[in-house]
């Protein structure tokens, strides 16, 4: 970690990047290698924020096990995310209910947000990148 | 405008390439730039020099390294996925070059517009 806290494109700008995780964490790699994306980009000072949508309301779900499906387990990734000052993680509320969860059911805390406000976090973005 | 370009898919098996390509070569005859394209998740198989698509059909590969060499693009290929798949230096066609993910976060802050292609 001390060695991605010296990443610095020189340019000392610091712009608002969202992360929109859309994919359930197993079936296809993009929710692990996005999550390296997002922890780089957190080592070069930027402002981060994490929306967890669709399927992708999925990564952080309690009693991922995935000794069945022989891959990798990275969930306790999401609940290290605080150790690179990534705080701001949000899942909107009509993701949740299509899938019949509640926050209860995820393993960190999130803001839940309603389309509308998830919009309005959306606009507020210099750099959405979405995996 | 400056446009950053990330290419999530590798090539033939998904449009994301294609689309890429054409988005940069209209952009800069449009009179932007595209300094740089990054290729992440399966869009590093886009990197490999070792294809042979039928003549009939267009080399993904190839245009990518000519629109580079004509424009000055710098096509970085993400090392980490790149070692998950098996694409090392000596495979890249001209124009390609492996490097970190920090080169697609500068893409973020320094360009006017980070354009994604993917699913």
Known sequence: MSDMDMEDDGSGIVKKF?????????GTVYALEGLEVVLITAA????????????????????????????????KTYRALDGYDIEKLYVDQSSL???????????????????????????????VISF | MQFGILINE???????????????????????TVPRVFFYHDGVNNSTRMGEPPQDDRNVTTRWSKLAE???IDLVVCVAAALRRGIKDE??????????????????????????FGD
Not at chain 1, 97 to 125: F, P, Y
Not at chain 2, 17 to 29: C, G, H, M, P, V
């Open chain 1, 97 to 127: 209910d299509a899938r019949g969860l509640t926050e209860d059911d995820l393993i960190v805390d999130v803001t839940v947000l309603s389309d509308d406000e998830m919009k309005n976090l959306m606009d507020e973005q210099d750099v």
């Open chain 2, 91 to 116: 495979l890249l066609a001209p124009g390609f070059r492996i490097s970190g993910l920090g080169q697609l976060v500068e893409m973020g802050i320094q360009y006017d517009r980070l354009v994604t």
């Open chain 2, 70 to 72: 004509e424009h000055g």
């Open chain 1, 18 to 26: 969202m992360f929109l995780n859309r994919k359930a964490p197993h």
């Open chain 1, 44 to 75: 070069f000072d930027q402002d981060v924020s994490l929306v967890f949508t669709d399927d992708g309301v999925y990564q952080l779900m309690k009693g991922i096990d995935t000794k069945g499906i022989e891959v990798k387990d990275f969930s």
């Open chain 2, 10 to 32: 590798g090539p033939y098996n998904h449009q994301a390439s294609d689309s890429a390509y054409l988005f940069a070569r209209n952009a800069i005859e449009k009179g932007h």
